[in-house]
C-alpha cells in the first residue's frame, strides 16, 4: 500500500466513465498496445489513450466498450501517436491488464465519486 492522501488529494483526479468509438492496433509503440478513441460526451469530447490491453483484448473487439479514465493528467507523447488520457485496469493474475468498466451502461462523461 501506497502513502494516505488525503479526500481533497483523491477528488482532485477527474475520472470519467467513456465510451470507445475507434481503436487501432499500435505497432510503433515499444510495447504492444492498441490505440484508443474514447467518447467522454460533450463536456469533454473524444480523447485518446494508448493501452497495453493486447492480451485480452482485440482492437475490434474494443469499439463500444465503455470504460473507465482519469482525464486529468497532462497529454504524454507516446511514439508518434499523443496520449490524452489514462484508462484504467487492473493486472490479472499474471500481471496483464484488465480494462475497468461499469456494470450497467452509464452516460459518458460521468464522474466517479
Known amino acids: 500500500m501506497t502513502d ?3 479526500y481533497a488529494d483523491f477528488e482532485r483526479v477527474d475520472i ?3 465510451t470507445i468509438i475507434d481503436a487501432q492496433p499500435f505497432p510503433e509503440a ?8 474514447v467518447d467522454f460526451g460533450a463536456g469533454i ?3 485518446r489513450s494508448s493501452a497495453q ?10 469499439i463500444g466498450r465503455q ?5 486529468n493528467f497532462p497529454p504524454r507523447q507516446i ?4 496520449s490524452e488520457v489514462l484508462v484504467l485496469g487492473v493486472p490479472d493474475v499474471n500481471g496483464a491488464v484488465v480494462l ?3 456494470d450497467l451502461a452509464v452516460p459518458n462523461g460521468g464522474r466517479m465519486f
Open 4 to 6: 494516505p492522501i488525503s
Open 16 to 18: 470519467r466513465t467513456g
Open 30 to 37: 515499444r510495447k504492444p498496445a492498441i490505440k484508443l478513441w
Open 45 to 47: 469530447g473524444v480523447k
Open 53 to 62: 490491453v493486447t492480451l485480452h483484448y482485440k482492437a475490434d473487439q474494443l
Open 67 to 71: 470504460v473507465v479514465a482519469v482525464v
Open 79 to 82: 511514439g508518434p501517436f499523443m
Open 100 to 102: 475497468l468498466r461499469p
